[in-house]
Nanobody
Framework: QVQLLESGGGLVQAGDSLRLSCVVSGRTFSMYDMAWFRQAPGKEREFVAAVDVIRRTNLADNVRGRFTITRDNAKNTVFLQMNSLNAEDTAVYYC????????????????????WGQGTQVTVSP
């Protein structure tokens, strides 16, 4: 069983930065594609960023240029650096792992990921 634990959320002001972390249990983290999703109140969960096993990254259009996703395989951790935060970034942020090989889903699809964290709240005041 793979477990994901997010941290780093909080209450910040518009324009501030935060770095989210997600620690993943297991010895094969380097073989997992990883992603961050978020869900704002009353809205559907949406893709934010993804990094695959060879460190290729993809970002949603509304965060590109402000957010960066990275991974540290030695620490079993994926990070989401968030800069220039605004009120529209307020949401619960979820870390997700794709532990399967040969999947057919694209990186921005929630169905691609078979393990999820509990989420960390990010609140940005205007």
């Amino acid at each position: 069983q793979v477990q994901l634990l997010e941290s780093g959320g909080g209450l910040v002001q518009a324009g501030d930065s935060l770095r989210l972390s997600c620690v993943v249990s297991g010895r094969t983290f380097s073989m997992y594609d990883m992603a961050w999703f978020r869900q704002a109140p009353g809205k559907e969960r949406e893709f934010v960023a993804a990094v695959d096993v060879i460190r290729r990254t993809n970002l949603a259009d509304n965060v590109r240029g402000r957010f960066t996703i990275t991974r540290d395989n030695a620490k079993n951790t994926v990070f989401l650096q968030m800069n220039s935060l605004n009120a529209e970034d307020t949401a619960v942020y979820y870390c997700a792992a794709d532990t399967r090989r040969g999947g057919v889903y694209v990186y921005y699809t929630a169905l691609k990921y078979d393990f999820w964290g509990q989420g960390t709240q990010v609140t940005v005041s205007p």
